[in-house]
């Protein structure tokens, strides 16, 4: 029964073995044999002629030959000895080869096949050996965990049931484990199981990692001898978990953005390199006296510039700490005056806007939403100055840090009044009160006489304190206008006096003052008008008064009583019905230089005080005389 090595290899442990040596030096036959298959044993005897029968016995070392089975050569019949070992696992073939079934560890004997002859006796001994591969080795009760610069109980590695012993070999990434003190402990432990008489071999290792074992696989192998010599089986690979201390620890702070500024939340963070990493640190924050023991996050909500400062961390034994600066930005207006603000017109109004700021700011104002080129100032108010201001700062490098406030002036104004009046035709005149005034004035207008009051036909609109109000009269008879103005302040009231539109009259400038140019020509002309009528009236006079020295002397009655009664019809006051006297010749004189004078104060009343107009008046006068 020869096998090829090859075969061998092949079915190395399920197949019967028949790799058939002679064992140098011992000159033994040897049958090498699995646990469990059957044993062959070949005679190996050239069967003689005349055999009578063989035997097979096996022999122990201190005991008698216990024979165990026989055949006749000559009845042809086998028979088994009634060992109890051997019962029913015997087989003794014709040409004398014994095969013992199902192989055990106590197989393990030397048999002897025996020949005999009627004259002599021939025997063959051979030596039987068995063999059982182990199980798979195993890590059994593997650590949880493995700390550095502990020396642990990694696990122990178990092959099962081999014959003969195996032994136990651990490795780490695939390199052997050699014994090292304090480091590398194995210890080997073998039982034997006193029924099969098998092996279960077991190594525990005790061990010490560093932190580089980290991801470090462990194996065992289990390495024993097999029919074909020695061979080994590995187990399945551990990883284990290696708890080493912190060594680091780093803060950091997490924020949505680069520069922190008041009103943000902080979340600090602190980490350890350990492993596991560490769950629990102290913080050490600014103005807070004792530190804050706290889970690896400390949260800060709506900080505050005085906020600005260390912050470290730490582990809970105050060891390894780690430390970071924070900068709290912040930015500060204030506005004087701010809010809503009034004023008088023509007051003066200093109004600052001062920052404070932890980087570089910039201010800008806004009047009514419109940018301003420069910050305000006033020396004296005017209701144009009114208005929103805005002064607005925003730091360039703080995403988001932006202040404003706002001043809302209002510039008040007791109601100032100017009355213009202008002729359009013949029949109406209209009169504009000229206002100004905040709040806005109401405008009210009386006419003497009735005292009633007229309504304002047109306002115009009301821009930067002014407006006017027009109305247009048609007086029968001379009348006096009253403008009246009234806000919150003050009532302010004016008036004027308009003649009746029967008489002719001259327009008084738009402007009192006399500022506009074309409306002071206007005046001229008007001026030269009334010069004219002057003359006219004094050329009047004069007739009147050739007349009246015509009729002291003798004159033909017709001609007076031609010139005397128009002339008492139309005007009464200048001439008076009159007897022809040195009485009467008087009061014509006086009459002469009453309307003189009435016309000349007409002129400066119309004309107002001017220096212009004073120059004109006296032109006038001189051009009378
Ligand atoms: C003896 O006989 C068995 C079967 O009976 C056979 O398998 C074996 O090869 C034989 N051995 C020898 C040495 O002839
Ligand atoms: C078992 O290992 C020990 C120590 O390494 C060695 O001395 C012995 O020869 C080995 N035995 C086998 C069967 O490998
Ligand atoms: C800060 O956190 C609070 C609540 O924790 C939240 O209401 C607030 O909006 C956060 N502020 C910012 C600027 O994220
Ligand atoms: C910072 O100032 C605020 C008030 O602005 C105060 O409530 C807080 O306690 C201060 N914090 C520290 C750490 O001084
Ligand atoms: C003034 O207006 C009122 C109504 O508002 C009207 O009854 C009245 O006749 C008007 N008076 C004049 C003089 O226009
Ligand atoms: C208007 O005329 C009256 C007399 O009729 C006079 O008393 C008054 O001062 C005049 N007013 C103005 C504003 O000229
Ligand atoms: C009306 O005023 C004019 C001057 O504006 C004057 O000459 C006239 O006498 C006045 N009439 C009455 C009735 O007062």
């Not at 284990?240 to 912190?246: K, S």
């Not at 004094?538 to 128009?566: C, D, E, Q």
Request: hydrophobic share 35%; with cysteine.
């Amino acid at each position: 029964m020869m096998e090829s090595p090859a075969a061998t290899a092949r079915r190395p442990l399920l197949l019967l073995l028949a790799a058939l040596c002679l064992r140098p030096g011992l000159g033994l036959y040897t049958v090498n044999a699995v646990y469990g298959d059957t044993i062959v044993m070949p005679c190996r005897q050239e069967i003689p002629a005349d055999l009578m029968f063989g035997k097979w016995k096996y022999e122990t070392a201190n005991d008698s030959p216990v024979f165990i089975a026989f055949r006749s050569s000559t009845k042809k019949n086998v028979q088994y000895d009634d060992v109890p070992e051997y019962k029913d696992r015997l087989s003794l073939s014709e040409n004398y080869t014994l095969s013992i079934r199902n192989a055990r560890i106590s197989d393990e004997k030397r048999f002897v096949c025996m020949l005999v002859t009627v004259d002599n006796v021939f025997e063959e001994p051979t030596i039987v050996k068995v063999f059982k591969r182990p199980s798979q080795p195993e890590i059994i009760h593997p650590a949880n965990f493995l700390e550095t610069e502990k020396l642990k109980m990694l696990g122990e590695c178990i092959a099962r049931e081999s014959y003969p012993e195996g032994n136990i070999t651990w490795y780490k990434n695939g390199n052997i484990l050699q014994p090292m003190e304090g480091v590398v402990v194995m210890s080997l432990q073998k039982i034997v199981d006193q029924s099969s008489g098998l092996f279960t071999t077991s190594s525990s290792l005790q061990y010490k990692p560093t932190k580089k074992d980290a991801k470090a696989q462990f194996s065992c192998r289990v390495t024993y001898y097999g029919p074909a010599g020695q061979e080994t089986i590995p187990s399945q690979p551990v990883v284990f978990d290696i708890h080493y201390p912190t060594e680091k620890v780093t803060i950091k702070v997490l924020s949505q953005r680069n520069m922190i500024k008041e009103g943000d939340n902080i979340t600090l963070k602190c980490s350890g390199n350990g492993n596991p990493p560490p769950q629990e640190f102290l913080f050490y924050i600014p103005g807070e006296r004792e530190a804050i023991r706290s889970s690896d996050t400390y949260i800060m909500t709506d900080v505050r510039r005085n906020a600005t400062g260390e912050y470290k961390c730490s582990l809970i034994d105050g060891s390894k700490e780690d430390s970071t600066n924070i900068t709290i930005h912040y930015l500060d207006l204030s506005l004087t005056p701010s809010g809503e603000v009034t004023k008088q017109i023509g007051e003066a109004l200093l109004v600052s806007c001062t920052i404070a700021s932890s980087t570089k700011a910039t201010v800008l104002w806004l009047k009514d939403n419109t940018r301003m080129q420069t910050s305000p100032t006033f020396s004296s108010l005017q209701y144009q100055d009114a208005g929103n201001y805005i002064c607005e700062t925003a730091q360039q490098e703080v995403e988001g840090l932006k202040k404003r406030k706002t001043l809302s002036l209002t510039v008040e104004g007791k109601p100032q009044i100017k009355i213009t009046k202008k002729t359009e035709s013949n029949k109406s005149k209209t009169i504009i009160c000229h206002v100004e005034g905040f709040p806005k004035p109401a405008v009210q207008w009386t006419i003497t006489g009735s005292g009633s009051i007229i309504n304002k036909t047109e306002e115009s609109k009301y821009v930067n304190g002014r407006f006017s109000s027009k109305i247009v009269i048609s007086p029968e008879e001379n009348v006096t206008l009253t403008c009246i103005a009234e806000n919150q302040l003050e009532r302010t009231v004016t008036s004027m006096n308009v003649s009746a539109i029967s008489i002719p009259e001259y327009d008084e400038p738009d402007d009192r003052n006399g500022y506009n140019r074309e409306k002071v020509n206007d005046q001229a002309k008007l001026i030269v008008g009334i010069v004219v009528g002057l003359l006219l009236a004094a050329l009047v006079a004069g007739i009147v008064y050739w007349v009246y020295m015509k009729r002291s002397k003798p004159l033909p009655r017709t001609v007076s009583h031609f010139l005397n009664p128009p002339l008492n019809s139309h005007s009464p006051n200048l001439c008076p019905q009159s007897d022809v006297s040195g009485k009467s010749e008087k009061a014509a004189a006086q009459n002469f230089q009453t309307l003189l004078r009435t016309a000349s104060k007409h002129v400066a009343k119309d004309l107002g005080n001017t220096e212009e107009n004073k120059k004109l008046e006296e032109n006038n006068h001189k051009s009378e005389a």
